[in-house]
């Protein structure tokens, strides 16, 4: 299975992510948790341009996430599935489509169309989006990145677009409440998963 988690920073995808993969492995799962941007040498400093380096144009943003995503799913992703593990992702190509396709205006059919073409095609059995209010979320923000510092204007355009993404792909994406107790998240996370099984 791939799981994916979303939501903007400071929504507790880290924790989640953690939390599902601790329940996978109490089971006698063999489960893979990985991170984008990183998970890879390449991934990881791509993350280091794109979260502390110079401001760029959104379609830069757009081809360096999916240059990340491309080597993450050759090298990680798509290994570890073929072999039959679970991968946990904290973020995948929702974000892009949040952040760059609605937020910076390139267009959620241009962004997936790049990152489908990266990926070949891979996309999640399963995406939680954890919702919580952008301004509840930049309040826990301890070290802010680049995106981060622009501010509470960019995190409720990217909540608004991740909400938009769930209308269109209810499908996949699985909208969770992240306003409670880390645990009682990681139940509903769990009893999503039950049911979807």
């Known amino acids: 299975m791939f799981v994916t988690f979303e939501g903007t920073d400071g929504s507790g995808k880290s924790t989640q992510a953690e939390l599902l993969r601790a329940s996978f492995v109490a089971d006698g799962r063999d489960v893979v948790l990985t991170r984008e941007p990183g998970g ?16 760029m144009g959104a379609w830069a943003e757009a081809t360096l996430f999916a240059a990340s995503r491309a080597e993450h799913v050759e090298e990680v992703i798509r290994p570890a599935l073929e ?19 609605i937020a ?30 952008p301004g509840v979320a930049t309040g826990r923000h301890v070290d802010p990145d680049r995106l981060e510092r622009e501010g509470t204007e960019l995190q409720a355009k990217v909540d608004a677009a991740y909400r938009e993404l769930a209308e269109r792909f209810p499908e996949r994406i699985v909208t969770i409440d992240a306003t409670g107790e ?15 099984s």
């Open 182 to 196: 880390p645990e009682t998240i990681a139940r509903e996370v769990r009893e999503q998963l039950r049911d979807r």
């Open 40 to 55: 890879t040498e390449l991934g990881e400093a791509v993350r280091e341009v794109v979260l502390n380096g110079p401001v």
């Open 104 to 133: 910076r205006g390139l267009g959620v059919d241009a962004v997936l169309q790049l990152n489908l073409d990266v990926t070949g095609g891979l996309l999640p059995d399963v995406t939680f989006l954890l919702l919580l209010d």
């Open 83 to 101: 072999r039959g593990s679970d991968v946990i992702c904290d973020r995948y190509v929702d974000s892009s489509l949040a952040y760059q396709g």
